[in-house]
């Protein structure tokens, strides 16, 4: 227990010290959950950005979903994902065979809203893959099927700037400047939303809050 | 705590509290007075800058009371912070990272060690050609010709403000002045105190009888009155300090005058670059002035004058 509370400690300051992010919150920071982060994806930094900045009582009832390929790989990895992060991992990689494809679909979509259905909150990355962080790409539709598994639950936008020039893609070091970290008005699926039209508005409702910067 | 026992020092930082309290008396008195809205948030500004002055009086004073080494850590982060500031605001490239860590972890660290240190040479050829030449061969190397002068001419901007011109503050302590030595605390102070000083007294002169706007394109609350009356005042403030320096009065007010000139082009210059980027201020660090860089942005301009003048007649 002392182990991980220090190495959360630590993670939580280094972060704060490189990336000198402050939240900003457009919804009730004090409402315990469920909720689902979901959030762009441009540097690794980005779990540790918004694992760390939510408040503490938030942050212990929240799990990142994260990749199985990566976080569970070596002991240093699989022990931040699973005792400091609490992460829910998944499988990226797309098995063979279509049957098999559905089946792991399931699968992860059970496990997340397993996670919700225990009052726990997910923080997700809609568009998969890190970019570049010049762009938002599409979202991918688990999102999607996650809103319509539990509609009640609130989908809370974050919008993460500047992390891809803090930590771009295939940097090891950090260079420390100030990162941005805004969360959003809560939203949820309307009723007869389509697939395509509800990702998108939860896409638009992501980059306006990065276009409200000063 | 030799310092503690200079007699002038103790004058100088009882000054700066006498000066700061009787601020907080004033606002507290037009906090009561002031009925109009716009009124009303200028007061609470005001609050709140002298409150945000008291904490930086107090972080100032205990880096002076912990000597040359507690000034120079505390010049290091600041110019830490501003380069921070500085760096996030401009646009940068894929390509820049390799260079911008060099400027964070290595010109940094340096350029403090050299101050401390005491090696001059290097102290002042550090930034200027090794980190000149260096930093646009590390841009280069990772192949991106994209926007190149600009991206290597930012890189040096940053560096050059942030860093070369904060660290000639601390260095200030590595003069040695005959009949001078070991009291450079007491010309550190005067370079802060002429510096800020009339930064404040621009902005309460202008706000007080401002008319005539002086570079309204860069800067559009300051006033010709501000810059006469405020300025005049910091000098006439900076001679009467000469007792602490090594100055005569007259060498004084000639080195106030350059403070306050120093310090006008630094805010007006940091105004543009802050217009040019479309941002209003370069951080929210302290509450009611913005960034670590707006409230530096004079010190940056005045810090390397004062100190090589200084070199220069006095050493």
Request: glycine share 8%; proline share 5%.
């Amino acid at each position: 227990m002392l182990l991980e509370r220090l190495v959360s400690a630590l993670l939580r300051g280094t972060c704060r010290l490189v990336t000198g992010a402050q939240p900003r919150w457009l919804c009730d920071p004090r409402v315990l959950g469920p909720r689902v982060y979901f959030a762009n994806h441009c540097s690794h930094l980005d779990t540790v950005v918004v694992w760390s900045t939510l408040p503490d009582a938030l942050r212990e009832r929240t799990r990142p979903v994260a990749a199985r390929d990566y976080w569970g790989h070596g002991a240093v990895r699989r022990f931040i994902a699973h005792r400091v992060f609490d992460a829910l991992l998944i499988d990226r990689k797309a098995a063979e065979g279509a049957e098999l494809i559905e089946r792991q679909r399931q699968e992860t979509l059970e496990a997340m809203t397993a996670v919700l259905d225990a009052e726990r909150s997910l923080i997700l990355y809609p568009e998969g893959t890190r970019g570049t962080g010049e762009t938002v790409q599409a979202f991918r539709a688990g999102l999607y099927h996650l809103a319509r598994a539990r509609p009640r639950v609130p989908l809370v936008p974050v919008y993460l700037g500047n992390l891809a020039r803090i930590l771009p893609k295939g940097a090891a070091l950090p260079v420390p400047m100030q990162g941005q970290v805004v969360f959003g008005p809560e939203l949820h699926l309307a009723a007869g939303e389509e697939k395509q039209a509800f990702l998108e508005r939860c896409r638009r409702a992501m980059l306006e809050l990065g276009e409200g910067r000063e | 705590m030799k310092l503690l026992a200079d007699r002038e020092l103790l004058w100088l930082i009882g000054g700066i509290l006498a000066f700061l309290a009787v601020a907080t008396v004033i606002a507290q008195v037009l906090k009561g007075r002031a009925k109009s809205e716009s009124a009303r948030a200028t007061v609470d500004n005001l609050v709140a800058r002298i409150r945000a002055w008291w904490a930086m009086v107090a972080v100032f004073g205990i880096a002076i009371a912990t000597g040359g080494y507690g000034s120079l850590v505390m010049f290091a982060i600041v110019s830490f912070l501003a380069m921070r500031e500085f760096m996030t605001l401009l646009p940068t490239r894929r390509a820049d990272h390799r260079a911008m860590l060099w400027t964070f972890f290595l010109f940094l660290p340096a350029q403090y060690y050299f101050v401390a240190t005491g090696w001059y040479g290097m102290f002042a050829l550090l930034i200027p050609v090794y980190a000149y030449l260096l930093l646009p061969s590390v841009q280069v190397l990772a192949g991106d010709t994209e926007d190149f002068l600009a991206r290597s001419s930012r890189l040096q901007w940053v560096l050059m403000i942030c860093v070369f011109c904060v660290s000639h503050a601390p260095a200030l302590l590595m003069l040695e002045i005959p009949g001078y030595a070991g009291e450079g605390a007491k010309l550190l102070l005067f370079l802060v105190v002429v510096t800020q000083v009339s930064d404040v007294l621009q902005y309460t002169v202008g706000k007080l009888i401002g008319k005539r706007k002086a570079v309204p394109s860069v800067s559009p609350n300051k006033t010709v009155e501000g810059y006469l009356g405020g300025g005049g005042l910091a000098v006439l403030l900076g001679t009467g300090l000469w007792w602490a320096t090594p100055f005569a009065p007259w060498q004084a007010a000639l080195m106030s005058l350059v403070i306050v000139l120093a310090g006008i082009a630094g805010g007006l210059v940091m105004s543009a670059v802050k217009r040019d980027r479309q941002v209003k201020d370069f951080g929210a660090l302290i509450p009611g002035h913005g960034g670590v860089l707006d409230r530096i942005d004079s010190l940056c301009f005045s810090a390397p004058l004062f100190f090589h003048l200084t070199r220069f007649y006095f050493t």
